[in-house]
């Protein structure tokens, strides 16, 4: 969908040299941007995250993860 946004000429421009140091075209920026923008502020949206993350951790085969925090601890001045 198209859509026409004001914006201030000083970000216009802003946006636009990170959009060429980065080769992405204005509106592939102003889309992630928004995207980012929104996932952000979506309820829950960090408390799934890490659930997923403490998911992914528990889920630890090796045990790479767990001797690493416990090392960590180990290491660590309280």
């Known amino acids: ?3 026409a946004v004001s914006i201030p000429d000083e ?3 802003r946006a636009d040299e990170l959009a060429r140091t980065t080769g992405k075209s204005r509106s592939e ?3 992630q941007a928004l995207a980012e923008y ?7 949206a960090i408390t799934a995250k890490l659930n997923q ?3 992914d951790l528990a ?3 090796d ?3 767990s001797e690493a925090a416990r ?3 180990t290491n660590s001045e309280w």
């Open 53 to 55: 993350i403490a998911d």
């Open 11 to 13: 970000l216009f421009e």
């Open 71 to 73: 090392s960590t601890l």
């Open 38 to 44: 929104v996932a952000r502020r979506e309820p829950g």
């Open 29 to 31: 920026l102003y889309r």
């Open 1 to 3: 969908m198209k859509t």
């Open 63 to 65: 045990g790479f993860t």
């Open 59 to 61: 889920s630890d085969r």
